[in-house]
């Protein structure tokens, strides 16, 4: 609804801002202002500043007035959080017109009518008519307090069997078919559920605006979703929204009704599902109300790879420097609902903390199905590589997407040429001279300053010939990092040196044979220090493409082949750049 001019300012100027933080972040006087950890994303330093009348985090850039820390904080819509300050300040709301209070009036009749309906299906549930559906539910590892907590239910198998038992309460077939219940057939309605369990379908507010059914036989299809109503948008609602809307947990989309259920009788309050859909970009505006970077986890199978995809595509002409995803993958062939059950809910728990950002991910779902075999295979992949980074509106960001996507297939080339000419199995060798050691004892100090980058160079890191005292240091880290529920420099070194590596590390973090530099430091940004690891690797490289451009050109001098000559000429492009890519436009 349209609101008057002024309503808006009276309502932000009777709403004290420190007080309306305060009740979910701990705030400190700075001068005349306030400041705390922020509630949207993790940090251990404040950054969280609550001037007179806005608030603004300097971490990760969030920011806005009365309203929009309530729609952010707790998931509102708009006209939910005017409702509420309104309500707290003592003001009334504007006054409808006529028109617009009868579409209202109808709209609460029809909150009415779905509570009714709810009642009705869960009551049949507990009957013996609703017995094989609750044995189902059990099957599935539900119980009955979770079954009750979410109001599941059983539509029952008679069409016209819901309208029979409601009409005693004055609800007509005319009111379930606006509801979304029922349809009108050609000679009279009929029920629109019928043989499914029923699972309500709730508004952030935890209004019932719709419900879901899936059968428990062989029709189609499996899961059945209500029609757009007055009260519910299938691609502005998710499953699970009220709960999550309230947690204090991380925000994880699943794919459905059951992993959603699992994963919050597991203790993963947080979890959401899409209806039935692809994430929309209504559903990705309401994720990014209730957190700035939810996970997104869907099934370890092709068809959770391709929703990942579209979920990740669908995202993209919506980031902003504050706002993005993270997503998780799932062993294959599994779901949430199915891990939990048969491995408990810590392995869930890794996989979330595991999380990869979007941009991490992004280069691998987007070569799902490109083969890249021929020049023109790679040449169409590497153009939809910067089509998608370039299709996120932050100019800034689109150039850091796309330096990523195309530092990730240069790496990727680099790799193929060089399993080519080495066995799969065989570790890459810098050797051990002076320049080399230093920059292997560099990239080691690298991880021991910024243990958290394991998530993005771990591969490299493995796979890198070290030193033997180097050796032990990466052994050790890499049994640390499989077990850390966080990699934070501090508790790594503490565990090395528990580990009996104390000396050594303090050897890799003396000044000698020369000064580290600053990006190894734990105090370093870790955009720093990833710059700092690529810019090492890429000296390591040429290292060891000069190291094999001199043993093959002794190979050719020996023996002038072709395929001696043909390696000759790949590793002397190689090594002088030839075909590097151009800076990305801005």
């Given at each position: 609804?349209a ?15 420190a ?54 904080s ?45 009642a ?43 309208a ?7 609800i ?31 508004d ?86 209730l ?32 706002r ?37 991910a ?20 590497r ?8 299709s ?71 796979t ?48 000698e ?74």
């Amino acid at each position: 609804m349209a609101l008057p001019p002024g309503f808006l300012e009276e309502l932000r100027a009777r709403t004290p801002m420190a007080g309306l933080v305060g009740r979910r972040v701990r705030l400190s006087r700075s001068g005349r202002d306030w400041v705390g950890c922020c509630p949207f994303h993790t940090e251990k330093t404040p950054s969280f500043y609550v001037y007179a009348d806005h608030f603004h985090c300097f971490g990760c850039g969030v920011h806005g007035d009365a309203v929009s820390f309530v729609m952010q904080s707790q998931g509102a819509g708009f006209m939910e959080a005017v409702e509420q300050l309104a309500a707290e300040a003592g003001l009334e709301l504007p006054k409808l017109s006529p028109q617009a209070a009868e579409a209202e009036r109808k709209r609460f009749d029809l909150y009415a009518v779905l509570e009714a309906a709810a009642a009705s299906y869960q009551r049949r549930l507990f009957l013996p008519e609703g017995n094989p559906a609750l044995g189902y539910l059990r099957k599935r590892g539900l119980t009955e307090d979770t079954i009750r907590e979410f109001g599941l239910g059983w539509s029952g198998p008679g069409r016209g069997a819901l309208a029979a038992e409601l009409s005693g309460q004055g609800i007509t077939a005319e009111r379930l078919i606006e509801a979304g219940l029922m349809r009108q057939g050609e000679e009279r309605p009929y029920d629109l559920f019928f043989n499914r369990i029923m699972f309500p379908i709730r508004d952030a507010r935890g209004r019932i605006i719709s419900f879901g059914g899936r059968t428990l036989e062989d029709a189609q299809p499996k899961y059945l979703n209500g029609p757009e109503t007055p009260l519910f948008s299938k691609r502005r609602s998710l499953y699970g929204l009220d709960r999550a809307r309230t947690a204090r947990a991380d925000i994880v989309v699943v794919e459905g009704y059951m992993d959603v259920l699992a994963l919050h009788q597991a203790g993963f309050g947080g979890a959401v599902a899409p209806l039935g859909t692809a994430l929309t970009e209504g559903q990705l505006e309401v994720l990014w109300r209730l957190s700035p970077i939810p996970v997104l986890c869907f099934d370890g199978d092709a068809a959770g790879s391709r929703a990942a995809a579209r979920a990740a595509l669908a995202a993209l002409p919506l980031l902003r420097p504050e706002r993005t995803l993270q997503l998780a993958s799932l062993p294959a062939g599994e779901d949430p609902d199915t891990l939990i059950q048969r491995r408990g809910s810590d392995s869930f728990r890794q996989i979330i903390s595991g999380a990869r950002p979007l941009c991490a991910a992004l280069f691998g779902l987007l070569q799902e199905g490109m083969p890249q075999d021929t020049p023109e295979q790679r040449a169409a992949f590497r153009a939809k590589l910067i089509q998608a980074a370039q299709s996120i509106p932050d100019r800034a960001l689109a150039w850091e997407y796309q330096k990523e996507l195309l530092d990730s297939f240069k790496a990727q080339r680099r790799n193929a040429a060089l399993s080519e000419r080495r066995p799969a199995s065989q570790r890459v060798s810098y050797g051990f001279d002076q320049a080399a050691a230093e920059r292997l004892r560099i990239l080691t100090a690298i991880i021991l300053g910024h243990p958290c980058l394991l998530r993005h160079v771990d591969h490299v890191f493995e796979t890198i010939e070290l030193p033997p005292k180097l050796s032990a240091i990466r052994q050790a880290i890499l049994e640390w990092a499989t077990t850390a529920e966080i990699l934070e420099s501090r508790d790594l070194l503490a565990h090395l040196s528990s580990a009996g590596l104390a000396a050594e590390v303090a050897e890799v973090l003396s000044a000698e044979p020369m000064r580290l530099p600053a990006y190894t430091q734990s105090g370093a940004l870790p955009a720093e220090a990833e710059e700092g690891w690529r810019d090492i690797c890429g000296h390591l490289q040429k290292d060891r493409l000069r190291q094999e451009l001199d043993a093959i050109r002794a190979a050719y001098e020996a023996e002038p082949s072709v395929e001696n000559l043909r390696r000759l000429e790949a590793l002397s492009r190689e090594l002088s750049g030839e075909g590097e890519d151009l800076e990305p436009a801005a």
